[in-house]
């Protein structure tokens, strides 16, 4: 919902600004200064980013719209891996198998549809877990793998918006493009009236105001929301992390996931008693 607020500010006050200084907003009316640099920007793009980035810019370009992470979406991650770290006291690491080997069809996991559909962080926690249960790694050897998955996935997932503010950093040039072509079409008309030259030379001119106002008002600040996202979802596993490698020491699923908690920004951070209570509540499933 911000972003369309951002948009239609921005909007509204860089072309109520103009029409109160006086400007005619028909003067904007360029579609092919608009061609041209959307195009050159477009085509720019497919040059420089191979199809996976592509995707992957279309996914996350979608994911904003949706918000990001809220303290629900993290409350229910600590609850979760409350309850699986419970089984485990309950059953032994034997008894975890079954979660963790089909994850999607453990009735704890489909408690959390959200998590569920975060393949990134499924795929985190339960290949973690085959390891933590397999027993064949120390605690320190599994930090360094974590964070090696980690690193990866914020690498991967950065390529987009890297991409994205790749296009923004074009978009002023490309601007001037149209413009010069605009003067060029100017100067061949040089000898027309000069109500014909000024009408080619504002065009040539809106071409630049398109190719800034395009990469400062709306592509700059796509990506940087975009990286924003990437971020806060860099904490979402890191909230794991903490809790996966508590666990993996011994330590109790209850102080395991109130180390995940401490991780937490705190706009988002559920309190202690928010969190015992959950948990005294999954206990009752």
């Known amino acids: 919902m911000l972003i369309f607020i951002g948009i239609f500010i921005v909007i509204t006050t860089v072309l109520g600004g103009f029409v109160l200084e006086g400007g005619d907003i028909i003067a904007l009316n360029q579609p092919v200064e608009v061609l041209i640099i959307g195009g050159a920007a477009f085509g ?24 990001g992470y809220t303290k629900q979406d993290y409350l229910d991650l600590l609850v979760m891996m409350f309850e699986i770290f419970n089984v485990d006291r309950k059953d032994g690491l034997v008894g975890l198998e079954g979660h963790i080997e089909h994850p999607e069809d ?24 085959r390891v933590v249960i397999s027993g064949a790694v120390q605690p320190h050897d599994l930090e360094d793998l974590m964070d090696n998955d980690i690193e990866i996935l914020h690498q991967e997932e950065e390529r987009a918006s890297d991409a994205l503010n790749s296009v923004a950093d074009a978009l002023p040039g490309l601007g001037i493009v149209a413009a010069v072509l605009g003067i060029v079409i100017t100067m061949a008309a040089i000898n027309g009236p000069p109500e014909v030259i000024g009408h080619k030379v504002g065009a040539a001119l809106v071409g630049t105001f398109l190719g800034i106002l395009g990469s400062y008002g709306f592509v700059g600040p796509l990506a940087a929301s975009m990286k924003h996202r990437l971020n806060d979802g860099m904490q979402y596993m890191g909230c794991m992390k903490s809790s996966l490698l508590s666990f993996n020491k011994g330590v109790a699923g209850v102080i395991a996931v109130e180390f995940a908690r401490r991780t937490l920004f705190s706009e988002v951070r559920p309190d202690f008693l928010e969190l015992e209570a959950a948990c005294n509540e999954a206990k009752k499933k």
């Open 44 to 67: 720019a793009f497919l040059i420089a980013s191979p199809m996976t980035v592509i995707k992957d810019v279309i996914k996350q370009l979608t994911a904003i719209l949706k918000g």
């Open 106 to 129: 453990s009735e704890i996991f489909q408690r959390y549809p959200r998590f569920i559909e975060n393949h990134h962080a499924l795929a985190f926690f339960a290949d973690t877990m």
